[in-house]
């Protein structure tokens, strides 16, 4: 059992951050801090954190929150630039942002304490607690998904190749009937390390299957009540309203030939666009919270205050491959080193909203930089602001020379095959797993896809019977062919999905 308490397992209403009202009064008076740090930096470290995100600190610009945490103590945190630039309200570090895959984290917490309860073992066949995933020849473990080694395709690139797009409203229960839609993996599960964010949704999916509670509420009970997380929550509805939350940002990209008008003035002329978010599914992503708040989690790692010293270090277990070899990435946790120190932790990436976390263990000393821009470079920043926290305490480096620049490819593009040979591929391909439709045919001599929501997509020629494209999620295209030649089946994949079939379908559609 997951030890839970029968009161901790009644289904409660999505929590609001209970710091909102303060953050929002924290907006009417400043755009640095609303609380001070518990050990405060010298002014010439404080300025030197503030020179970092300079470019970010001005009237309408999205911004960063940042904070520092060391041995227990947050030592700097401070807001910069908007939260939500329509309506000039500053980020605060009581600001809540979305932080996209830095949400893994979380999700294999969940997983590795009820492992620790007895109530799961990691190395469990996912289908013994989901039922709903199909029975490939090989099934993933849970701990193959928590490590991406499971060979389970991405959810974001199966959605795309549907015919989704990413700022739809995407709900769990869309994403796990694609799941059950699956006739293949990517890979024998442990064989290759590869990215799966649909891995993470199956993690919440387990923790709520096992635990009878949403990751929602089994996250706030078990991890953010008791490390002091006030102001976070997993967001599973997009409808949740947010009080104190920043949206997120891209820069405003002009037509290549369009001439700014002459009256146009640089201080006031829009620089940024909305990019618009509406997730309702939570494990992969959907995480809800402050720089404050993941620095107190960073802290977890020294003191072990929530799972204890055994389940903390099994979150820092690396995954092994079925040949032997170790990869980087631990339980939702990339492991690294930067000027000497390691480092434990992760970035995030959804819509505008840019996010990164570190945690120095020989330093005791957390990082965490949330941006709600697109451009916002939050690792870049989260290392400046280590160099300046950290400054005499990175190990000594010795110099390295850098090796002899990489060749030119100066190979001759392939010469496009004839349109008669193109019309071998066209036609209606249909993919039983997604549901989904593309219409191929050769138009102006080039093979070209078409799709009701992508529109066209040109498939380049680059070898016999295989193209690519400048979309990515239909990077790669591979026709395969019969004992007569004929061609039967069309493979589409590249980045997170491979080899997904599509069927040419042999009667025509209604017209």
Not at 105 to 110: C, D, I, K, V, Y
Not at 114 to 140: C, I, K, M, N, Y
Request: one cysteine or more; aromatic letters at 8%; glycine letters at 10%.
């Amino acid at each position: 059992m997951s030890g839970l308490t029968p009161d901790a397992r009644q289904a409660r209403p999505p929590r609001a951050p209970r710091g909102g009202l303060a953050a929002v009064a924290c907006t009417a008076l400043l755009t640095a801090a609303c609380t001070a740090p518990d050990r405060p930096v010298s002014p010439a470290v404080a300025r030197g954190i503030d020179a970092v995100f300079a470019d970010l600190d001005r009237p309408g610009s999205p911004g960063a929150s940042v904070a520092v945490i060391q041995a227990g103590d947050i030592i700097h945190s401070r807001g910069y630039g908007e939260a939500q630039i329509e309506h000039g309200i500053p980020v605060t570090p009581h600001t809540v942002f979305h932080v996209a895959s830095v949400s893994k984290q979380f999700a294999a917490m969940a997983v590795t304490l009820l492992a620790a309860d007895g109530a799961l073992s990691l190395d469990d066949p996912v289908r013994t607690h989901l039922p709903f995933v199909p029975e490939f020849q090989d099934t993933p473990t849970v701990r193959q998904m928590i490590h991406h080694t499971s060979g389970i395709r991405d959810q974001w690139q199966l959605l795309a190749m549907s015919g989704w797009r990413l700022d739809d409203v995407i709900t769990t229960e869309q994403i796990l009937g694609l799941m059950a839609r699956q006739q293949e993996l990517n890979f024998v599960p442990g064989a290759e390390y590869l990215y799966s964010n649909m891995g993470y949704t199956l993690l919440a999916q387990t923790v709520e299957a096992v635990s009878g509670m949403s990751l929602a509420e089994f996250t706030e009970a078990r991890i953010f009540a008791p490390l002091g997380m006030d102001r976070t929550h997993f967001h599973d509805d997009h409808e949740h309203m947010v009080p104190g939350r920043a949206y997120s940002y891209a820069p405003l990209q002009p037509p290549a030939d369009a001439a700014a008008p002459a009256a146009a003035d640089p201080a006031t002329a829009p620089r940024y666009r909305k990019a618009v978010l509406s997730y309702a599914n939570a494990g992969a992503t959907s995480l809800f919270t402050t720089a404050e708040d993941l620095a107190r989690w960073l802290d977890n790692f020294r003191n072990a205050a929530v799972g204890g010293p055994e389940v903390m270090r099994t979150m820092l277990s690396r995954g092994v491959l079925n040949n032997g070899d170790t990869i980087p990435y631990a339980h939702g946790l990339s492991m690294g080193e930067y000027r000497g120190l390691r480092t434990i932790g992760h970035g995030g990436a959804d819509a505008g909203f840019r996010t990164q976390v570190y945690w120095f263990p020989e330093a005791e000393t957390g990082v965490v930089v949330l941006t709600n821009a697109a451009n916002g470079n939050p690792a870049g920043r989260a290392r400046d602001v280590a160099d300046v926290v950290l400054a005499g305490s990175f190990p000594e480096e010795e110099g390295e020379e850098d090796g002899p620049p990489p060749a030119a490819d100066d190979a001759a593009p392939p010469e496009t095959p004839d349109p008669a040979v193109l019309a071998q591929y066209a036609g209606t391909w249909y993919s039983p797993e997604l549901d989904a439709l593309y219409h191929l045919g050769v138009s102006e001599g080039r093979l070209v896809a078409r799709h009701v929501r992508h529109g066209e997509i040109v498939l380049e020629y680059r070898a016999p019977d295989e193209f690519a494209t400048d979309r990515w999620f239909f990077r790669s295209v591979r026709f395969e062919r019969g004992g007569d030649g004929a061609v039967t089946d069309m493979r589409v994949g590249g980045g997170r999905v491979r080899n997904l079939r599509f069927v040419r379908l042999t009667t025509p559609l209604p017209g």
